[in-house]
Protein backbone atom coordinates (compact mmCIF):
# COMPACT_ATOMS: atom_id res chain seq x y z
CA UNK A 1 0.00 0.00 0.00
CA UNK A 2 1.53 3.78 -0.29
CA UNK A 3 1.08 6.51 1.81
CA UNK A 4 -1.21 9.73 0.95
CA UNK A 5 0.94 11.49 -1.07
CA UNK A 6 2.20 15.29 0.40
CA UNK A 7 0.27 18.31 -0.26
CA UNK A 8 0.71 19.93 -3.67
CA UNK A 9 1.10 23.52 -3.31
CA UNK A 10 -1.92 25.42 -4.84
CA UNK A 11 -1.09 27.84 -7.62
CA UNK A 12 -3.47 30.60 -8.13
CA UNK A 13 -3.89 31.31 -11.86
CA UNK A 14 -3.02 34.72 -12.93
CA UNK A 15 -5.86 36.64 -13.79
CA UNK A 16 -7.47 37.22 -16.82
CA UNK A 17 -7.36 40.79 -18.54
CA UNK A 18 -10.97 41.61 -19.52
CA UNK A 19 -10.37 41.45 -23.21
CA UNK A 20 -8.66 38.37 -22.94
CA UNK A 21 -11.51 36.87 -21.00
CA UNK A 22 -14.11 37.43 -22.91
CA UNK A 23 -11.95 36.43 -26.26
CA UNK A 24 -11.56 32.88 -24.83
CA UNK A 25 -15.43 32.81 -23.55
CA UNK A 26 -15.97 33.66 -27.80
CA UNK A 27 -13.58 31.04 -28.57
CA UNK A 28 -15.20 28.07 -26.31
CA UNK A 29 -18.52 29.10 -27.48
CA UNK A 30 -17.88 28.66 -31.05
CA UNK A 31 -15.48 26.03 -30.98
CA UNK A 32 -18.02 24.21 -28.73
CA UNK A 33 -20.88 24.18 -31.03
CA UNK A 34 -18.53 23.45 -34.35
CA UNK A 35 -17.54 20.68 -32.78
CA UNK A 36 -20.98 19.32 -31.12
CA UNK A 37 -19.19 19.06 -27.53
CA UNK A 38 -20.85 19.17 -24.15
CA UNK A 39 -18.90 20.80 -21.24
CA UNK A 40 -19.24 18.71 -18.02
CA UNK A 41 -17.99 20.68 -14.60
CA UNK A 42 -17.83 19.74 -11.21
CA UNK A 43 -18.31 21.93 -8.13
CA UNK A 44 -15.34 22.43 -7.54
CA UNK A 45 -14.15 24.28 -10.45
CA UNK A 46 -13.47 27.89 -10.71
CA UNK A 47 -16.84 30.03 -10.96
CA UNK A 48 -16.04 31.22 -14.58
CA UNK A 49 -15.55 27.44 -15.61
CA UNK A 50 -18.99 26.25 -13.76
CA UNK A 51 -21.03 29.15 -15.44
CA UNK A 52 -20.01 28.32 -19.41
CA UNK A 53 -20.37 24.21 -18.49
CA UNK A 54 -23.68 22.84 -20.12
CA UNK A 55 -24.12 20.63 -16.64
CA UNK A 56 -22.34 21.15 -13.17
CA UNK A 57 -23.12 18.44 -11.01
CA UNK A 58 -21.62 15.66 -8.50
CA UNK A 59 -19.67 12.69 -9.50
CA UNK A 60 -23.10 11.01 -9.82
CA UNK A 61 -24.57 12.94 -11.92
CA UNK A 62 -21.80 13.66 -13.86
CA UNK A 63 -21.61 10.24 -14.24
CA UNK A 64 -25.30 9.35 -15.48
CA UNK A 65 -24.65 12.84 -17.71
CA UNK A 66 -21.48 11.36 -19.30
CA UNK A 67 -23.33 8.08 -20.19
CA UNK A 68 -26.30 10.01 -21.86
CA UNK A 69 -24.72 12.64 -24.01
CA UNK A 70 -25.63 12.72 -27.56
CA UNK A 71 -22.33 15.06 -28.23
CA UNK A 72 -19.81 13.71 -30.00
CA UNK A 73 -16.90 15.06 -27.84
CA UNK A 74 -17.15 15.26 -24.32
CA UNK A 75 -14.82 18.30 -22.57
CA UNK A 76 -14.60 17.11 -18.79
CA UNK A 77 -13.34 20.10 -16.35
CA UNK A 78 -13.21 18.23 -13.12
CA UNK A 79 -9.90 15.26 -12.53
CA UNK A 80 -8.58 12.62 -14.37
CA UNK A 81 -10.77 10.05 -13.30
CA UNK A 82 -13.85 11.94 -13.76
CA UNK A 83 -12.98 11.87 -17.70
CA UNK A 84 -12.00 8.48 -17.67
CA UNK A 85 -15.48 7.27 -16.20
CA UNK A 86 -16.72 9.31 -18.92
CA UNK A 87 -14.58 7.28 -21.50
CA UNK A 88 -15.70 4.24 -20.12
CA UNK A 89 -19.36 5.24 -19.74
CA UNK A 90 -19.31 6.76 -23.60
CA UNK A 91 -16.55 4.97 -25.58
CA UNK A 92 -17.91 6.03 -29.04
CA UNK A 93 -17.26 9.70 -27.73
CA UNK A 94 -13.90 11.71 -27.85
CA UNK A 95 -13.31 13.13 -24.50
CA UNK A 96 -10.83 15.82 -23.56
CA UNK A 97 -10.03 17.00 -20.17
CA UNK A 98 -8.22 20.50 -19.13
CA UNK A 99 -5.23 18.78 -17.23
CA UNK A 100 -3.81 15.63 -17.74
CA UNK A 101 -1.91 16.38 -14.62
CA UNK A 102 -5.15 16.63 -12.73
CA UNK A 103 -5.24 13.69 -10.70
CA UNK A 104 -6.72 13.16 -7.25
CA UNK A 105 -4.69 12.25 -3.75
CA UNK A 106 -7.45 9.47 -3.11
CA UNK A 107 -6.32 8.07 -6.96
CA UNK A 108 -2.74 8.01 -6.41
CA UNK A 109 -2.93 6.42 -2.39
CA UNK A 110 -4.07 3.25 -4.16
CA UNK A 111 -2.26 1.43 -6.81
CA UNK A 112 -3.80 -1.28 -8.57
CA UNK A 113 -0.93 -4.20 -7.67
CA UNK A 114 -1.43 -3.32 -4.22
CA UNK A 115 -5.41 -3.77 -4.35
CA UNK A 116 -5.06 -6.30 -6.11
CA UNK A 117 -2.57 -8.17 -3.32
CA UNK A 118 -5.31 -6.86 -0.71
CA UNK A 119 -8.17 -8.76 -2.83
CA UNK A 120 -6.22 -11.69 -3.06
CA UNK A 121 -5.66 -11.80 1.01
CA UNK A 122 -9.12 -11.35 1.32
CA UNK A 123 -10.90 -13.88 -0.98
CA UNK A 124 -14.20 -13.85 0.42
CA UNK A 125 -14.95 -9.89 0.91
CA UNK A 126 -16.58 -8.22 -1.84
CA UNK A 127 -14.51 -4.95 -3.27
CA UNK A 128 -16.36 -1.74 -3.10
CA UNK A 129 -14.53 1.03 -4.61
CA UNK A 130 -15.07 4.66 -4.39
CA UNK A 131 -14.94 6.34 -7.60
CA UNK A 132 -12.04 8.21 -7.24
CA UNK A 133 -10.22 5.73 -8.15
CA UNK A 134 -8.03 5.25 -11.61
CA UNK A 135 -9.47 2.83 -14.33
CA UNK A 136 -7.09 -0.22 -13.26
CA UNK A 137 -8.64 -0.03 -10.19
CA UNK A 138 -11.92 0.29 -10.87
CA UNK A 139 -11.62 -3.15 -13.49
CA UNK A 140 -10.30 -4.75 -10.02
CA UNK A 141 -13.61 -3.79 -7.90
CA UNK A 142 -16.92 -5.37 -7.87
CA UNK A 143 -18.77 -2.14 -7.02
CA UNK A 144 -17.95 1.49 -7.68
CA UNK A 145 -19.44 4.10 -4.92
CA UNK A 146 -20.09 7.53 -5.40
CA UNK A 147 -20.66 9.79 -2.33
CA UNK A 148 -24.61 10.60 -2.81
CA UNK A 149 -24.97 6.59 -3.83
CA UNK A 150 -22.49 4.94 -1.19
CA UNK A 151 -25.00 4.16 1.49
CA UNK A 152 -27.39 2.60 -1.72
CA UNK A 153 -24.97 0.41 -2.82
CA UNK A 154 -23.35 -1.06 0.16
CA UNK A 155 -27.24 -2.00 1.65
CA UNK A 156 -27.44 -3.35 -1.76
CA UNK A 157 -24.68 -6.10 -1.09
CA UNK A 158 -26.14 -9.61 0.18
CA UNK A 159 -25.61 -8.60 4.56
CA UNK A 160 -23.32 -11.70 5.22
CA UNK A 161 -20.59 -10.40 2.67
CA UNK A 162 -17.46 -8.92 4.40
CA UNK A 163 -16.78 -5.80 2.57
CA UNK A 164 -13.20 -4.21 1.71
CA UNK A 165 -13.53 -0.50 0.74
CA UNK A 166 -10.85 1.55 -1.17
CA UNK A 167 -9.50 4.11 -1.30
CA UNK A 168 -11.13 6.74 1.25
CA UNK A 169 -10.97 5.53 5.15
CA UNK A 170 -12.87 8.71 6.03
CA UNK A 171 -15.94 7.92 3.81
CA UNK A 172 -15.33 4.27 4.77
CA UNK A 173 -15.48 4.63 8.34
CA UNK A 174 -18.64 7.26 8.05
CA UNK A 175 -20.61 4.08 5.81
CA UNK A 176 -19.51 1.42 8.23
CA UNK A 177 -21.10 3.79 11.37
CA UNK A 178 -24.05 4.57 8.84
CA UNK A 179 -24.84 0.41 8.03
CA UNK A 180 -22.76 -1.03 10.95
CA UNK A 181 -21.42 -3.67 8.55
CA UNK A 182 -17.84 -4.92 8.20
CA UNK A 183 -16.20 -3.16 6.50
CA UNK A 184 -11.81 -3.07 6.22
CA UNK A 185 -10.82 0.19 5.05
CA UNK A 186 -8.17 1.09 2.59
CA UNK A 187 -6.00 4.38 4.41
CA UNK A 188 -5.98 6.81 1.28
CA UNK A 189 -8.00 10.26 2.40
CA UNK A 190 -8.72 13.58 0.51
CA UNK A 191 -5.78 15.88 1.14
CA UNK A 192 -8.48 18.58 0.84
CA UNK A 193 -11.31 17.40 3.68
CA UNK A 194 -8.50 16.27 5.85
CA UNK A 195 -7.36 19.77 6.50
CA UNK A 196 -10.26 20.85 8.29
CA UNK A 197 -9.81 21.98 11.93
CA UNK A 198 -12.02 20.94 14.59
CA UNK A 199 -10.97 23.47 17.00
CA UNK A 200 -11.14 25.83 14.31
CA UNK A 201 -14.78 24.87 13.43
CA UNK A 202 -15.89 24.52 16.73
CA UNK A 203 -14.96 28.47 17.73
CA UNK A 204 -16.75 29.66 14.15
CA UNK A 205 -19.81 27.95 15.38
CA UNK A 206 -19.57 29.48 18.35
CA UNK A 207 -20.02 32.55 16.44
CA UNK A 208 -22.36 31.94 14.19
CA UNK A 209 -24.25 29.37 16.75
CA UNK A 210 -27.79 29.53 14.15
CA UNK A 211 -25.63 28.27 11.22
CA UNK A 212 -25.78 24.29 10.25
CA UNK A 213 -22.56 22.85 9.50
CA UNK A 214 -22.98 21.14 6.37
CA UNK A 215 -20.14 18.54 6.00
CA UNK A 216 -18.67 15.94 2.50
CA UNK A 217 -18.69 12.91 3.72
CA UNK A 218 -14.19 12.78 2.86
CA UNK A 219 -13.79 14.38 5.84
CA UNK A 220 -12.47 12.90 9.51
CA UNK A 221 -15.24 11.74 11.71
CA UNK A 222 -14.28 14.51 14.34
CA UNK A 223 -16.12 16.86 11.81
CA UNK A 224 -18.53 14.79 10.51
CA UNK A 225 -19.65 14.09 14.29
CA UNK A 226 -20.22 17.97 14.83
CA UNK A 227 -22.34 18.31 11.23
CA UNK A 228 -26.09 18.86 10.98
CA UNK A 229 -25.70 17.40 7.41
CA UNK A 230 -23.31 15.11 5.55
CA UNK A 231 -23.83 14.22 1.63
CA UNK A 232 -22.00 15.05 -1.35
CA UNK A 233 -21.68 18.01 -3.07
CA UNK A 234 -25.04 18.09 -4.59
CA UNK A 235 -27.00 16.54 -1.60
CA UNK A 236 -24.97 19.58 0.35
CA UNK A 237 -26.47 22.12 -2.17
CA UNK A 238 -29.98 20.89 -2.16
CA UNK A 239 -29.49 20.84 2.03
CA UNK A 240 -28.47 24.64 2.02
CA UNK A 241 -31.12 25.56 -0.29
CA UNK A 242 -34.26 23.72 1.06
CA UNK A 243 -33.32 24.67 4.83
CA UNK A 244 -34.90 28.21 6.46
CA UNK A 245 -31.38 29.09 8.29
CA UNK A 246 -29.99 32.17 6.44
CA UNK A 247 -26.17 31.23 7.07
CA UNK A 248 -24.23 27.83 6.67
CA UNK A 249 -20.56 26.48 7.39
CA UNK A 250 -19.42 24.62 4.40
CA UNK A 251 -16.89 21.90 5.11
CA UNK A 252 -16.07 21.14 1.61
CA UNK A 253 -14.23 22.12 -1.45
CA UNK A 254 -15.11 25.82 -1.23
CA UNK A 255 -15.56 26.43 -5.07
CA UNK A 256 -19.10 25.17 -4.77
CA UNK A 257 -19.98 28.24 -2.67
CA UNK A 258 -20.28 29.95 -6.48
CA UNK A 259 -23.61 27.88 -6.82
CA UNK A 260 -24.67 28.33 -3.53
CA UNK A 261 -24.38 31.95 -4.12
CA UNK A 262 -26.19 32.02 -7.27
CA UNK A 263 -29.43 30.15 -6.09
CA UNK A 264 -29.71 31.79 -2.72
CA UNK A 265 -28.22 34.90 -2.78
CA UNK A 266 -30.01 36.29 0.37
CA UNK A 267 -27.80 33.74 2.31
CA UNK A 268 -24.62 33.14 3.87
CA UNK A 269 -22.20 30.22 3.02
CA UNK A 270 -18.55 30.27 5.27
CA UNK A 271 -15.97 28.00 4.69
CA UNK A 272 -15.20 25.68 7.55
CA UNK A 273 -11.51 26.90 8.50
CA UNK A 274 -8.41 24.56 7.63
CA UNK A 275 -5.52 23.74 10.07
CA UNK A 276 -2.52 25.95 10.61
CA UNK A 277 0.18 24.82 8.06
CA UNK A 278 0.17 23.66 4.52
CA UNK A 279 -3.21 25.28 2.93
CA UNK A 280 -5.94 26.91 4.53
CA UNK A 281 -8.25 27.85 1.94
CA UNK A 282 -10.31 24.32 0.89
CA UNK A 283 -9.12 24.27 -3.06
CA UNK A 284 -8.05 21.21 -4.15
CA UNK A 285 -5.04 21.91 -5.58
CA UNK A 286 -6.01 18.79 -8.84
CA UNK A 287 -8.55 21.32 -9.70
CA UNK A 288 -7.71 24.11 -9.68
CA UNK A 289 -4.99 23.06 -12.48
CA UNK A 290 -8.42 23.72 -15.09
CA UNK A 291 -8.29 27.15 -16.53
CA UNK A 292 -10.45 28.62 -19.40
CA UNK A 293 -7.21 29.16 -21.51
CA UNK A 294 -6.86 24.75 -20.79
CA UNK A 295 -10.34 24.35 -21.44
CA UNK A 296 -10.36 26.54 -25.18
CA UNK A 297 -7.31 24.58 -25.71
CA UNK A 298 -8.43 21.27 -24.75
CA UNK A 299 -11.23 22.16 -27.18
CA UNK A 300 -9.08 23.59 -29.98
CA UNK A 301 -6.99 21.19 -29.97
CA UNK A 302 -8.81 18.24 -29.06
CA UNK A 303 -6.87 16.75 -26.13
CA UNK A 304 -5.45 16.14 -23.89
CA UNK A 305 -7.29 13.03 -24.70
CA UNK A 306 -8.52 10.36 -22.55
CA UNK A 307 -7.55 6.53 -24.03
CA UNK A 308 -8.25 3.78 -22.51
CA UNK A 309 -7.53 0.23 -23.46
CA UNK A 310 -10.23 -1.82 -24.73
CA UNK A 311 -10.33 -5.33 -22.50
CA UNK A 312 -9.50 -2.64 -19.17
CA UNK A 313 -12.32 -0.52 -20.32
CA UNK A 314 -14.94 -3.37 -20.28
CA UNK A 315 -13.82 -4.80 -17.15
CA UNK A 316 -14.10 -1.10 -15.19
CA UNK A 317 -17.51 -1.12 -17.09
CA UNK A 318 -19.27 -3.76 -15.32
CA UNK A 319 -18.89 -2.60 -11.69
CA UNK A 320 -19.95 1.18 -12.83
CA UNK A 321 -23.13 -0.14 -14.17
CA UNK A 322 -23.98 -1.99 -11.37
CA UNK A 323 -23.54 1.33 -9.48
CA UNK A 324 -25.79 3.41 -12.01
CA UNK A 325 -28.57 0.43 -11.99
CA UNK A 326 -28.60 -0.03 -7.87
CA UNK A 327 -28.45 3.83 -7.50
CA UNK A 328 -31.34 4.39 -10.25
CA UNK A 329 -33.44 1.53 -8.48
CA UNK A 330 -33.42 3.24 -5.47
CA UNK A 331 -34.26 6.37 -6.32
CA UNK A 332 -36.99 5.20 -8.26
CA UNK A 333 -38.17 3.59 -4.56
CA UNK A 334 -37.89 6.51 -3.32
CA UNK A 335 -39.98 8.31 -5.60
CA UNK A 336 -42.69 6.01 -5.49
CA UNK A 337 -42.48 6.55 -1.52
CA UNK A 338 -43.22 10.05 -1.75
P1 LIG B 1 -18.94 14.41 -5.10
O1 LIG B 1 -19.31 13.10 -5.67
O2 LIG B 1 -19.65 14.70 -3.81
O3 LIG B 1 -19.13 15.50 -6.10
O4 LIG B 1 -17.39 14.37 -4.66
C1 LIG B 1 -16.33 14.35 -5.56
C2 LIG B 1 -15.05 14.66 -4.92
O5 LIG B 1 -14.00 14.48 -5.46
C3 LIG B 1 -15.10 15.17 -3.58
O6 LIG B 1 -13.83 15.50 -3.15
FE1 LIG C 1 -9.54 14.25 -4.90
FE2 LIG C 1 -9.96 15.64 -2.68
FE3 LIG C 1 -9.57 16.94 -4.96
FE4 LIG C 1 -11.86 15.58 -4.57
S1 LIG C 1 -11.15 17.38 -3.46
S2 LIG C 1 -10.60 15.54 -6.41
S3 LIG C 1 -11.09 13.84 -3.37
S4 LIG C 1 -8.07 15.62 -3.90
Known amino acids: ?17 PAQKAALMEEIARLRKEKNAVILAHYYQDGD ?11 LDLSRRAAETDADMIVFCGVRFMGEVAKILSPQKKV ?53 SALDIIEAIPPEKPILFAPDRHLGSWLKRKT ?17 SEEALMALK ?4 DAPIAAHPECPFSILEKA ?44 APGMDGDCKCATC ?11 AAALRNEEPEIIIDEALRQKALIPLQRMLEISAQAAARRAAAQ
Not at 180 to 196: A, K, N, Q
Not at 285 to 295: C, F, H, I, S, V
Open 206 to 209: EKHP
Open 228 to 271: DFVGSTKQILDFVLSRPEKEFIIATEQHIIHQMKKAAPHKTFIP
Open 49 to 59: IQDLADFVGDS
Open 180 to 196: GREMELWPGSCIVHEEF
Open 1 to 17: MTDTPKFPICETPKPLD
Open 96 to 148: VIPDMAAGCSLEESCRAEDLAAWRKANPDHVVVTYINSSVEVKALSDYIVTSS
Open 285 to 295: PYMALNTLEKL
